[in-house]
């Protein structure tokens, strides 16, 4: 796809905002400390706005305002002693560009995350010292058609995937000419004020201390740098539930170990997780971890405040031998999953957070560049996988103006092993799935995919 680039410029708060050091809680400062892409498409109709300036300068001028109660997005990171992070609100803005394709909507088979679209997303230049880098890019992109696309990158050391869509759907509100729903609360000090656990408390916290598990005894490279593809899978809402009730067969409800049906998420994800191991072939003998990223907002007491802005994720590790997860039924790789999920409890966050405030540096914990693999504290590749849920983040719905989005979707990925869970925009409960896999695997991924639960 040629994009041809007309205009980039730097948006700053529409009026002064706070100026100083905002303190980062150490849960912004660990794993993928990049930016988080999303990108929305929109289709013309009779209402739409035809020029694309006036298009622009909706879209800017509402974005300027929207940084005023949202002014750390406008600031930059930088380095602190122990490889940490601080964010100057300095009110240097965020990067618009502005940019145009002859091709139109038409002549996509469909949005889903490639390669194809890497011209389409504003670039980041991870070689350029953090402090120079925005924490928030734009782009917009008028097709032939009149159609345009709204890509978006976001620092994911400021803001998680429910901070992100909380800036986004409010920034479409400022452009309706509405207030803001829910004013952000900055304050990262929130976890300061709540006590460490009892010393009988505090966890082993494998995730933070373990490295990986590797394909075999070493790290192949070879292996690891196999070419990667991206895809985008459909669940239909009956095979959604024939999941589930695949997961489900067989277990007491009353028993005290099984409180309660397997989630949505504990069984896409474990059949995400059996099918990752079909494709690659591994070995029975072969460990596996799936990554699972919890949101705590809610989990610790007293929960955070309603429009927290900030990271307030935090992942675990769901293991298993490959031989297990495919011998036993769907249930238990859903049962594995839960386990991990219910270690997050309010102490055990706490007990994370502790540890990484003892930490003299947090270099180990951090990846800079998560396309750009790595020994340390990744958990992509072969043979495990990382299975992110946006089933509850309110992505969709993206409206400024002239209607609600056709498409809406993450970024491409660039490593193996990356999967993503999406609800259909209409809330018919289909889901989708974004992965990434070695290009190797896809086609086995996609036949185990649909066809081991007919």
Request: with cysteine; charged share 20%; hydrophobic share 35%.
């Amino acid at each position: 796809m040629v994009v041809k680039f007309k205009d980039s410029s730097l948006l700053k708060p529409a009026e002064e905002t706070w100026q100083g050091c905002l303190t980062l809680s150490e849960f912004d400062q660990v794993g993928s400390i990049t930016h988080i892409s999303t990108i929305y498409f929109y289709r013309p109709d009779q209402n739409w706005v035809t020029q694309p300036e006036t298009i622009a300068n909706i879209l800017k001028d509402s974005l300027r305002r929207t940084l005023v109660p949202f002014y750390p997005l406008a600031g930059r990171l930088r380095w602190i002693e122990g490889r940490r992070l601080e964010l100057d609100c300095n009110g240097m803005g965020v990067q618009f560009i502005e940019a145009e394709s002859d091709s139109k909507l038409d002549d996509f088979d469909d949005f889903y995350p490639s390669p194809v679209y890497h011209s389409l997303f504003p670039a980041v230049d991870y070689n350029l010292p953090i402090h120079e880098l925005p924490i928030l890019l734009v782009q917009l992109t008028r097709f032939k058609c009149g159609g345009v696309c709204l890509s978006l990158k976001i620092s994911h050391a400021v803001v998680d995937g429910h901070s992100a869509s909380r800036f986004y759907l409010e920034w479409a509100r400022v452009a309706r000419g509405q207030p803001i729903a829910v004013m952000p609360f900055h304050d990262r000090n929130a976890f300061q004020a709540r006590h460490p656990p009892a010393q009988s408390l505090v966890f082993e916290h494998t995730e933070l201390n373990q490295p990986p598990i590797l394909l075999g005894q070493s790290n192949d490279i070879e292996v690891k740098n196999k070419k990667n593809t991206n895809t985008m899978l459909r669940l239909t809402r009956d095979q959604v539930e024939r999941l589930k009730q695949m997961a489900n067969e067989g277990t007491n409800f009353n028993n005290s170990d099984t409180k309660r049906p397997y989630t949505r998420y504990e069984t896409v994800a474990g059949h995400i997780w059996r099918c990752a191991s079909k494709s690659r072939n591994l070995r029975d003998e072969q460990a596996m971890q799936l990554a699972v990223w919890m949101d705590f907002r809610s989990r610790i007491k007293p929960p955070l405040p309603q429009g927290y802005f900030g990271n307030a994720t935090f992942y675990v590790n769901a293991t298993s031998l490959s031989g297990d997860l495919l011998s036993k039924p769907l249930g238990y790789a859903s049962s594995r999953i839960r386990e991990a999920i219910e270690k997050v409890t309010n102490d055990y966050v706490l007990s994370a957070l502790e540890k990484l405030k003892n930490q003299p540096d947090l270099t180990q914990f951090q990846d800079l560049h998560r396309a750009i693999e790595s020994d340390q504290g990744s958990f992509h590749g072969n043979p495990n996988v990382g299975v992110v849920s946006w089933l509850t983040v309110p992505f969709w719905g993206l409206d400024f103006g002239w209607g609600k989005e056709i498409y809406m979707g993450p970024g491409t990925h660039d490593f193996d092993g990356d999967f993503v869970i999406l609800p259909s925009a209409n809330g018919d409960g289909s889901v989708f799935v974004a992965l990434s896999l070695q290009v190797v695997h896809v086609d086995a991924f996609k036949k185990h995919f649909y066809e081991d639960f007919i």
